[in-house]
């Protein structure tokens, strides 16, 4: 099986290629950089530029399935020059891959599955999400989701199937939220932002990599969120990570009007509220490795790894979840 992957070099497509690569699974990707091109039995790279709709083509050679994590980050300060490029970055990557495959021979092509977010889900501290959900949150990120999905959607005129996986807190040293909201822990300086109720619905990075290629495997098609079946509030998941670090939380809660000023508009995703359900992708059979925030936390700082990215010294090894 050989699977093509855009953005695989980043967070989420470098632990997709590590579980590929542990069942046996080769990988084709794309990649923007030509520094970045390897040529490997089990991993090659080629060449694109979806902003000019440039493609190797040779990509597709071997492929049985494609999984899309194209666009460029939301964790960035949204000025008006980088809210087009967030946008044009996935509608780009995804019309320049729907055009290069009406070029060529489809037909062993089995599965399309990309990537989405729950930023599309209205904020709420009271309702529960599911695939079900028509609403889209009045936000930017609300809009970005429902022009993504609408382009990943065109993809269904080809004979494969096609699903999206919306994305919820991704849990990770390397990379995401979860570095960032540690630092101020281990520095004494950690604080829920707002009232801390917000609902924060987390995915381990390891569980979010199985989903896309259980997804990919079985076949689905429709939506499926990418998250855990536990979501907890941000005052809750503060909490869990100082227990990890073995830090106490002395501060008050950090208010809005402070990370706007921080961090401008960018700042309305540290106070969004989605409680999303992952019963679906359950009921199709997938099981989690990490149902529960506090062993997901465990499970990545007890990593050697991980502790040393963090800076930690020593794992509070009295923390039992």
Known sequence: MRILITGATGLVGSAIVEQCHKNGI??????????????EPDYKGFYWNPNKG???LACFEGVTAIINLAGASISKRWTLAYRKKII???????????????KVDHQ????FVSASAIGVYPDSLSRYYTEEETAVDNSFLGEVVKVWE????????????????RIGLVMSCKGGALPEMAKPVKLY???AFGSGEQWQSWIHISDLARIFIF???????????GVGPNPVTNAKLVKEIAKVFDRPLWLPNIPKFVMRLLLGKMSYILFASQR???KKIEEEGFSFEYPNVCIALEGIYKNAECADASGMQTFNKEYVP
């Open 26 to 39: 080769a990988i084709n990707y794309l990649t923007t950089s030509k520094k970045k091109i390897a040529s």
């Open 54 to 56: 440039e493609i190797d």
């Open 108 to 111: 062993n092509i089995l599965s």
């Open 88 to 102: 044009s970055s996935r509608v780009n990557s995804l019309r320049t891959l729907h055009a290069a495959l009406e």
């Open 150 to 165: 609408e382009e990943i959607d065109k993809f269904k005129s080809f004979s494969f199937s096609v699903a999206k996986v």
């Open 276 to 278: 999303v359900s992952c």
């Open 189 to 191: 300086l950690g604080a």
């Open 215 to 225: 997804v990919l495997e079985h076949g689905l098609n429709g939506i499926y969120n």
